[in-house]
T-cell receptor
């Protein structure tokens, strides 16, 4: 049973445009959500997070939106840059538990 | 550089053997987490330690065990290795017990190949 799903395995975007990565979850106990970026042969790098008391969090070019009723979150990258090309994982946790539940990842390619 | 270190970077061993993976958390972080990333399973949580005590357990096999030492470094022991144990093993750390909202910082991983 996959509790966190990223239904798009890959996404290709032109440099300077917006990248939108999507994530759905099923467990209503999740109240903290994170996005990680991963390059080959490296560990995941933390990008941005959001708690369930918010519906939006911004950090520079990265914005995460949370729709609790739809159990859906998205990561917007504006403007996209070639260096953003990587695998993006969304993750979720329930407060009081340490473990992160990860989606399968979306490979983003930003074309110059 | 996340500040989390893992050794070794690569490990090749035979079925039936035992290996130990080592992790040093970021300075000041008390929680250490272990994750396994295999091709077909994605990133799976194995176990968490907080300040030397086991805090949470995921889908960790009985052949696997971990511990966190007084200096807060952690070791993941994998025994009776099988071909299916070949994977990337990541360690992550965070400052607190995870009662609050803590992001976890990941090390570069250890790639284990069982032949």
């Amino acid at each position: 049973d996959q509790q966190v799903k990223q239904n798009s395995p890959s996404l290709s975007v032109q440099e300077g445009r917006i990248s939108i990565l999507n994530c759905d979850y099923t467990n209503s106990m999740f109240d903290y959500f994170l996005w990680y970026k991963k390059y080959p042969a490296e560990g995941p790098t933390f990008l941005i997070s959001i708690s369930s008391i918010k519906d939006k969090n911004e950090d520079g070019r990265f914005t995460v939106f949370l729709n609790k009723s739809a159990k859906h979150l998205s990561l917007h990258i504006v403007p996209s840059q070639p260096g953003d090309s990587a695998v993006y994982f969304c993750a979720a946790s329930a407060s009081g538990t340490g473990k992160l539940i990860f989606g399968q990842g979306t490979t983003l390619q930003v074309k110059p | 550089d996340s500040g989390v270190t893992q050794t070794p970077k690569h490990l090749i061993t035979a079925t039936g053997q035992r290996v130990t993976l080592r992790c040093s958390p970021r300075s000041g972080d008390l929680s250490v987490y272990w994750y396994q990333q295999s091709l077909d399973q994605g990133l799976q949580f194995l176990i968490q330690y907080y300040n030397g005590e086991e805090r949470a357990k995921g889908n960790i096999l009985e052949r696997f065990s971990a511990q966190q030492f007084p200096d807060l470094h952690s070791e993941l022991n994998l025994s009776s290795l099988e071909l299916g144990d070949s994977a990337l093993y990541f360690c992550a750390s965070s400052p607190r017990r995870a009662g609050g909202y803590d992001e976890q910082y990941f090390g570069p991983g250890t790639r284990l190949t069982v032949t």
